[in-house]
């Protein structure tokens, strides 16, 4: 067992997965642990500064909840104080380079609610070609997308946001170059009827090359959110029962030769702890189906346009007539999204 918490667990190269970093512990004791894989039958957690009375284990200034590797080699850490990014080249002694600083960590008013429990996970698209000092845009891959999570929130119009950051800088010299840029919680993403006194943070969420973001919001759903423009994170389509829990939703990748590829189908899994598996098809731009534009600063309505784009294609584990009777309303309804 590992000296500091294990709630999740990430391998540095997930097709090569001979280390892996710990979720670390909390603010009062930020530490985490770095577990050397290279031989599976004699599992170790790695120590640089060896101590005599045990493991000294490793300390991040944000401390833990989830680490995220990118195609760049790089590692963001999320959790109580925001987000800290890594040079992990070097599995066994990792670099900070940068962090959310006190925005990150909900101690500068103006960006009051943008961690008001824990940053709890991130993705940075097109990792490798990040460019220093470029405008925030996803091609530039100087944008991190981040969960805010804060289940001790039951009311919904407080309750966790999604977040887009600006990734300024990864050369070390500068501690904190990640700044916020743009946030929605679940009650600016739609007027669908949201329940009383339950959780409705943003939580496990799953990019798709082009700029889409499927995510689960706890009770308020599936969301399919656009951030195309990382300024202005806008609704795409979205998937509301009233009595469910998503914890996550995916993309289903493509597949060559029965391997997974980065590539992404039009399909989105949605794990939902009351329902179970819901399969939804989505309207993705490009397909030529009545896929949203992208955003424009002159459509000052967009924000209230809710796609028609997230239809269920199948329940699993329910009755397959009502999957059909359900999609059949979903038709009808052309402007909400079940």
């Known amino acids: 067992p590992g000296s500091t918490s294990t709630h999740t667990v990430a391998c540095v190269d997930e097709r090569n997965c001979t280390y892996a970093y710990s979720a670390g512990n ?117 944008i991190l997308l981040v969960t805010e999570e804060d289940y001790e929130q039951t009311d ?40 009383v006194g339950a959780f409705c943070s943003s939580h496990w969420f799953d990019y798709r090359p082009g700029g889409l973001v499927a995510t689960g919001f706890y009770g308020g759903g599936t969301q399919i959110l656009d951030v195309r423009d990382p300024r202005d994170i806008r609704t795409y389509a979205h998937s509301v029962w009233g009595l469910s829990e998503v914890w996550d939703a995916m993309w289903v990748p493509v597949y060559k030769n029965r391997r997974a590829t980065s590539a992404r189908t039009n399909v989105v899994y949605s794990i939902d702890l009351v329902r179970g598996l819901d399969v939804y098809a989505v309207d993705v731009p490009g397909d030529g189906r009545g896929a949203l534009p992208p955003p424009s600063a002159s459509d000052p309505t967009v924000r209230e346009r809710i796609s028609a784009s997230a239809v269920p294609t199948g329940l699993v584990g329910g009755a397959f007539l009502l999957a059909l009777a359900l999609a059949a309303l979903r038709r009808r309804r052309v402007h909400h999204a079940v």
Do not use: Y
């Not at 890594?86 to 002694?93: C, G, H, L």
């Not at 990734?167 to 669908?192: H, M």
């Open 26 to 142: 909390n603010e009062s004791d930020p530490h985490f642990s770095i577990f050397d894989l290279r031989r599976l039958d004699r599992p170790r957690e790695v120590d640089r500064r060896p101590r005599k009375e045990g493991l000294q284990s490793f300390v991040s200034p944000t401390a833990g909840h989830k680490w995220n590797f990118d195609a760049a080699g790089i590692g963001t850490h999320t959790g109580w104080g925001g987000a800290s990014m890594w040079n992990v080249d070097k599995p066994t002694k990792p670099r900070l380079l940068t962090t959310t600083g006190a925005a990150g960590r909900g101690e500068n008013p103006k960006f009051k609610g943008w961690n008001d429990f824990i940053l709890h996970n991130a993705f940075r698209p097109n990792a490798e070609a990040f460019k220093a000092r470029s405008k925030p845009s996803l091609d530039n891959g100087n």
């Open 156 to 195: 919904c119009t407080q309750a966790g946001s999604f977040q887009t950051w600006w990734v300024k800088r990864l050369d070390g010299k500068k501690k904190n170059a990640i700044k916020p840029l743009d946030k929605v919680e679940i009650s600016d993403l739609g007027t669908f009827p949201l329940p």
